[in-house]
């Protein structure tokens, strides 16, 4: 028997409780409902969605910040127990450098708050802060910094530095570059592509920029609404999109090359925007915009169908047995 | 050829802060003819949002001073304009669409009555009569014109209970308003999903196309300006270092800096390899004399110390740098 993945969550989920505006309850908003991945040691994997699709909230439960509804999250196949344990399993690295460090404290100080967490002696958390901003490629000199005097693209590596200090098996990267310029975006990928070969790390990365995700991502999930609505190896899943949504939002993404602009779905641009998590769509959640809907799609919600040994997609489109031409 | 509407002719600005100046815009010189999309791509701080502000006269004087050039609109110049001549223009004939549309609304007004009020406020400074109920049915015309659905229910809406697409869509429809030539759309669809922003430059298109608007996008995103823009002018620190038609520049850029900023966007095809580019943007307060871009170009020699010229390349395309005149002596 192969070794067990290095993270595994299994049909989670999350509803928090939605308020109206005087306190009373409204209701439930599904925000992930029965998200099954697996990311293999040393694995790049990818979760892309569009805002409000859930990405954010799975990243908070494996964390442990958010505990789900249902449905579970093991570490080398034995349940994530929730604490300190896990802190040092998986770490994150946040979206904007510039509030998730504290102004307060400087470089060095922030670095040291997971060394000093796990109770490391004085003289050995400062020599692994310098070992930690050489690891990141900025100047030892910068420990004794503040945020405020570092550029956007230098704060982020500060927090990939803070990140690796518990030396955790798994990063969560949360739209690490969307903050940045591109010239600046491309030195953090860069870093991040280097520190994952050298010190064999695992990476989580949420993004809504799929041109990014094809670049650094080796395994994809396309999250539509709180579901995976198609998951697969990067090359294949971009290559043949078989989920009318991740075909339309391949054909939306703005491309600067004739090469691209070739391997783009020829789809017509999506009407409409996301229906909201508190008020789900009957049936496939997608059917609201999907320009191929037919007979089944706004009663039942569909299953997964294999496609390739690794590609799956939820699409009635994809059944063997689908006929596109019953009336809906 | 259409006429050109807006001209900026080597337009140098700088702000004194704390007897510190920073030269920031350094000979902007771009053109903006009707019925056409013409896009100004930068990173931040390149001065895009300047260029901006000092066309619409936002910037306040102190701290921003133009030390040069000239601002063009319908070939009149607006820098030596009276206060309320260009303030008969601001608004009416150039308008702004702003970035946020989750902020630029103001939350405790219905969206008919922010629209009425730029009406009412048009209408007063222009001498004009028109009735409440004259300015709504301006409202909306004006917001089936940027498609949206059921107009009476919309200018009954907060903002809150608007989706980002159909907020950024109120701002546009608040920029037709008056009788607009020229928009100016500072990160039109940025702060939302590629799905919705697709629709947004799809609009801002048809509406070039439909009311002959003069359209200057100003964005980060090379791939919104590949989707959409006519014409585009490459900025890096304060200056423009290449132009050209949009087929032209993406297949043959010419310039170091658009080279390694092309090289820089992650390509949906894959095989993106991540290198950035060294170093970082220069101190206002002391520019590299010559070529602002020198001290992190690869191919920099001692004669980019000198101002570069800006040397046409095929057709309307242009570039300001050294290596082309070496090429073209």
């Not at chain 2, 102190?62 to 601002?71: F, K, Q, S």
Request: charged fraction near 20%; include cysteine.
């Amino acid at each position: 028997m192969s070794a067990p993945p290095l993270l595994e969550v299994i049909g989670l989920s999350k509803n928090f409780r939605a308020r109206g505006a005087f306190g009373q309850r409204a209701g439930e908003v599904k925000a992930v409902r029965g998200v099954s991945f697996a990311i293999a040691s040393g694995e790049v994997f990818g979760l892309a969605g569009e805002s409000g699709s859930g990405k954010s909230t799975i990243a908070r439960m494996i964390l442990g910040l958010t505990a789900p509804s249902a449905g579970a999250i093991m570490i080398e196949g034995v349940e994530a127990s929730p604490g300190a344990s896990r802190a040092r399993a998986i770490q994150m690295v946040f979206q904007n450098p510039g509030s998730s460090l504290n102004p307060r404290r400087s470089i060095g100080q922030s670095i040291a708050v997971p060394l000093e967490a796990a109770r490391r002696r004085r003289v050995a958390v400062a020599a692994r802060v310098d070992e930690l901003l050489k690891m990141v490629q900025l100047p030892a000199d910068f420990a004794e910094r503040y945020p405020h005097e570092l550029s956007g693209g230098q704060k982020q590596r500060v927090a990939i530095a803070r990140a690796l200090a518990a030396e955790p098996r798994l990063i969560l990267l949360d739209e690490p570059t969307s903050a940045l310029d591109v010239s600046v975006q491309a030195k953090i990928i860069e870093l991040l592509q280097e520190l994952g070969r050298t010190l064999g790390l695992t990476f989580l990365f949420i993004s809504h920029d799929l041109s990014l995700m094809r670049n650094f991502a080796s395994r994809v999930g396309v999250l539509y609404l709180g579901q995976i609505a198609e998951i697969g190896e990067t090359t294949a899943l971009f290559a043949s999109p078989a989920h009318p949504y991740t075909r339309s939002l391949l054909a939306s993404v703005p491309v600067i090359t004739a090469e691209e602009e070739a391997m783009r779905p020829n789809v017509p641009i999506i009407e409409g925007e996301v229906p909201s998590p508190a008020n789900l769509p009957a049936g496939c959640s997608f059917h609201t915009r999907c320009p191929n809907v037919f007979a089944p799609c706004d009663a039942i919600d569909p299953d997964f169908t294999v496609i390739a040994a690794d590609h799956r997609a939820r699409c009635h489109l994809l059944r063997p047995e689908a006929d596109t031409t019953l009336p809906r | 050829m259409s006429a050109t509407l807006l001209s900026l002719r080597d337009l140098s600005l700088e702000f004194s802060l704390f007897g510190r100046r920073a030269y920031v815009l350094n000979r902007v010189s771009l053109d903006v003819p009707e019925a056409r999309h013409v896009a100004l791509v930068g990173e931040s701080g390149c001065g895009k949002s300047v260029t901006m502000r000092a066309i619409m006269g936002l910037l306040r004087s102190p701290p921003a001073r133009i030390t040069g050039g000239e601002i063009l609109f319908d070939g009149r110049d607006l820098l030596t304009m009276s206060a309320p001549e260009r303030e008969a223009l601001r608004g009416v004939a150039m308008s702004m669409v702003f970035q946020d549309p989750m902020t630029s609304l103001n939350p405790v007004f219905s969206v008919g009555d922010q629209m009425g009020s730029i009406l009412k406020y048009a209408d007063r400074r222009l001498g004009r009569a028109r009735s409440k109920a004259e300015r709504m049915t301006r409202v909306y015309e004006v917001l089936r014109q940027v498609r949206m659905p059921d107009p009476e229910r919309i200018a009954l809406a907060y903002p809150f209970m608007l989706s980002g697409g159909m907020r950024q869509r109120v701002l546009i429809a608040m920029a037709l308003l008056n009788e607009t030539r020229l928009l100016i759309a500072d990160e039109p669809g940025t702060a939302l999903d590629v799905t919705t922003q697709a629709q947004i430059l799809k609009l801002l298109q048809d509406l070039v196309a439909e009311r002959h608007l003069a359209l200057l996008m100003i964005t980060h995103n090379l791939g919104v300006v590949r989707a959409s823009a006519n014409y585009v002018y490459v900025m890096y620190a304060g200056s423009v270092v290449e132009h050209g038609p949009t087929a032209a520049l993406f297949a043959n850029p010419r310039h170091p800096y658009t080279r390694a900023l092309i090289d820089c966007v992650p390509k949906l095809s894959g095989r993106t390899t991540f290198r950035g580019i060294e170093g970082t943007l220069p101190d206002y307060a002391a520019p590299p004399p010559g070529c602002r871009f020198a001290p992190r170009c690869p191919h920099a020699t001692s004669v980019c110390a000198t101002p570069p010229p800006d040397l046409a390349v095929g057709g309307a395309h242009g570039v300001s740098c050294w290596l082309e005149a070496e090429k073209a002596a």
